[in-house]
């Protein structure tokens, strides 16, 4: 009887351990990531904006550190929200292009974040190469994104 009683209860806790553990497949994932995109071009937009104006001298170097600072924390907001986001991907359903999306958002936040932190306290001369070098490596992410979103729709699309 015992042993009758734990294989039920032993069956309703993998039943509700399932049920739980529900969440979205990576590639799925991946393709709905819309808002962490959103984030993410707007701030390249505002960071362009702020550091072109910086370099140029129209923005003094008190209102930038402030312009900084606002930007710091929204991406660091928008990065929280990514982050518990990819805590709803199915264990174990990642494939390459899933993973190299998620790889390049991650890379994404990160080294904009550390080019914003970098870029406090510092001289407008001093912030060309930099500003480049985040620029570059920025759009590089986003295209590994991108190309990876394609693939996977390409690849759904193809299998129905």
């Known amino acids: 009887m015992k042993i009758k009683l734990m294989a ?12 739980v553990s529900q969440g979205l497949p990576a590639n799925e994932w991946i393709v709905e990531q819309d808002t962490t995109c959103s984030d993410l071009e707007q701030a390249s ?6 550091f072109s104006l910086y370099i140029i001298g129209a923005v003094e170097p008190s209102d930038f550190e402030n312009e900084l600072d606002l930007l710091i924390i929204q991406l660091q907001l928008s990065q929280a929200q990514y982050t518990e986001s990819k805590s ?4 174990a359903t990642h ?9 390049a958002l991650d890379n994404a936040y990160l080294i904009t974040l550390d080019f914003l932190k970098d870029s406090v306290n ?6 060309i190469y930099p ?3 985040w620029r570059d490596s920025f759009l590089s992410c986003i295209a590994t994104y991108f190309t990876a979103k394609s693939l996977i ?3 759904e699309g193809g299998a129905q």
């Open 131 to 133: 500003y480049l070098e």
């Open 45 to 50: 937009k505002s960071i362009s904006e702020l």
């Open 88 to 91: 709803n991907i199915q264990p």
């Open 95 to 103: 494939s390459y292009a899933s993973k190299s999306g998620q790889e």
């Open 153 to 155: 729709i390409e690849n």
């Open 122 to 127: 510092s001289k407008p001369s001093d912030l």
């Open 8 to 19: 039920v209860v032993l069956s309703i806790l993998v039943i509700l351990t399932g049920c």
